[in-house]
């Protein structure tokens, strides 16, 4: 095959420009990115047998496939500062998603390269900024395995198998949906594939022998995380709801292609419309080609069936994966499972869409108009995202920054008064990189994550103190510090004057931000507590 070397190195500049938001500051702010990095470093920790930690925290002893993301985070980070390991863990992503997507499209159609620049604009989407790393990792693994499924299903050898092995159970451990639709979509490839070999030779010996093969195989390769996948519905408990967005909204949300709207509509809603334009087109002439090449076949008074099959595209088989996808987008509540079912099926929806627009046998004067369009609407969009990134990579840096005037494996209550939708978790900050309990973490409350708060009567206490009141009980542990983030006059909290007369009365300002964003409070006389003998020599309350 030939490659154009210009065109691929072109591609490789566009995957570079596409890494500026991730490399042009510290932090890359999401939503729940922080809550990530502090879960990655107290899996850390525990590992390290901190015992101060071990009283508050636990490992969730159901093997969980929210792991790949905080495992290679935790990994990063015993020799990285955390927003370096966030980095990497980034850029693979960013780099890897169009690549890979690149290489399913070659494999259909080699001749269509410049059609793979239609997922650029998706790198950064709403759920990326919500911080779903996991989801995403799940997506790039879904499609690795199916391109290695793809390449290598005819010639099925132990040793590929045991890769796809772990391919498949790598995906498993970064998302669970990812993973049911990575099974689905190489059931139906094989599926697809016998098919074919039965139009072309009929129900042979050969045939049937080849789909059994095939069919051990992928059994074979994918019954470890089949059990896990079985166990984790008996045991994990999803609290979802029946909350439907109605039908217009959803056709709105296509229109607009929501995905691509991240952080502010009026900015992004013009890009993202013509991209859903440009897709139209696309769908458009796609149509025309295929309805084109199936009246020629008729004509020719050709084996109807045979000749009729062999009109469709070998990629036509994507159109039932993002079929399916469409229908349960609009069949599926939005609360259902974890929650944001439709966002989640809006994007999985435009990706498995546009995997079968790009290897449609269009017109190669198309994709070049296709390509100039796509940066166009990608360096639009990523413009916004770079201004944007910087302010609130300021206050990460900032709220992190925090922590350098926090004991180690202290109790930390942040309070947030920011308005900021994506900074509901930027407390998480502070314990990037040091021990630290910050009471505000989502993630230990959640049945599906790798790590969970430890069921004692010191946690729970703390954990649901009163807002109105600081709590403060001499028998009892308390809370070392607390963290004011934000401005009081921007929430409309009735409890922040007897909040505030209990902060004055127990805890001590020990530090400003320098932006007077952040202000950390530490209790009073904390030295004379520990010296009455309330803690041990580990920093652990005695019993």
């Not at 607390?482 to 929430?491: H, L, M, N, P, Y």
Request: aromatic residues 16%; charged residues 15%; proline residues 4%.
């Amino acid at each position: 095959m030939k490659i154009n070397k210009p065109e691929l190195y072109f591609f490789y500049l566009v995957v570079f420009i596409n890494l500026f938001p991730f490399i042009s500051y510290k932090f890359f702010p999401t939503m729940d990115g922080a809550a990530h990095l502090y879960n990655s470093n107290l899996i850390t920790e525990l590992l390290r047998g901190n015992p101060r930690l071990n009283s508050f925290y636990e490992f969730n002893h159901i093997p969980v496939p929210n792991w790949s993301g905080h495992f290679l985070l935790a990994l990063f980070n015993t020799f990285l500062p955390a927003w370096m390991a966030e980095k990497i863990l980034l850029v693979f992503y960013a780099i890897s998603f169009p690549l890979v997507f690149r290489n399913l499209i070659k494999i259909y159609s080699p001749e269509n390269t410049l059609l793979s620049y239609l997922i650029f604009p998706f790198i950064y989407s709403a759920l990326f900024y919500l911080g779903f790393y996991n989801f995403y990792l799940g997506i790039i693994f879904l499609l690795i395995t199916t391109v290695y499924w793809i390449n290598n299903m005819a010639t099925l050898t132990l040793k590929k198998g045991i890769l796809l092995f772990c391919l498949i159970t790598i995906t498993y451990f970064c998302h669970l949906f990812s993973y049911v639709l990575l099974i689905s979509i190489l059931s139906l490839l094989l599926l697809q594939d016998y098919v074919r070999s039965i139009i072309n030779n009929g129900t042979t010996k050969n045939v049937k022998s080849k789909f059994n093969r095939q069919l051990t195989f992928l059994v074979a390769t994918s019954f470890f995380t089949v059990l896990m996948f079985i166990k984790y519905l008996l045991i994990i408990h999803i609290s979802g709801d029946n909350q439907k967005l109605g039908t217009a909204e959803l056709f709105k949300w296509i229109s607009d292609v929501k995905p691509l709207i991240a952080l502010n509509r009026e900015e992004e809603s013009p890009y993202t419309i013509k991209y859903f334009y440009l897709l139209l087109i696309l769908t458009a002439i796609a149509l025309y080609v295929k309805i084109q090449n199936i009246k020629q076949t008729t004509f020719a008074g050709r084996n109807s069936v045979r000749a009729l099959f062999y009109t469709f595209h070998k990629s036509d088989v994507w159109i039932i994966v993002f079929g399916v996808a469409l229908i349960l987008f609009f069949k599926v509540p939005n609360g259902a499972n974890a929650g944001m079912m439709s966002d989640r099926l809006c994007l999985l929806f435009f990706i498995f869409y546009i995997v079968w627009i790009a290897t449609q046998p269009l017109p190669k004067w198309l994709g070049v108009v296709s390509a100039v369009s796509l940066l166009y609407f990608n360096l639009g969009l990523l413009s916004y995202h770079i201004k944007t990134t910087r302010d609130l990579s300021n206050d990460a840096v900032e709220y992190n920054s925090v922590a350098e005037h926090i004991d180690e494996n202290s109790v930390v209550l942040p309070i947030n008064y920011s308005t900021h939708w994506l900074q509901g978790h930027f407390s998480n900050y502070m314990g990037i990189d040091k021990p630290l309990i910050i009471l505000e973490n989502y993630e230990a409350t959640l049945d599906w994550f790798p790590v969970k708060w430890k069921n004692n009567e010191t946690v729970d206490r703390m954990r649901n103190h009163n807002s109105c009141d600081i709590g403060i009980d001499s028998k009892k542990e308390n809370i070392d510090y607390i963290v004011i983030w934000g401005r009081e006059q921007d929430t409309t909290d009735n409890c922040v004057k007897k909040f505030k007369e209990g902060l004055q009365e127990h805890y001590d300002l020990v530090y400003e931000s320098p932006r007077k964003v952040a202000h950390l409070y530490k209790l009073k006389k904390r030295s004379s507590i520990v010296s009455d003998g309330n803690y041990n020599a580990n920093g652990l309350p005695n019993n």
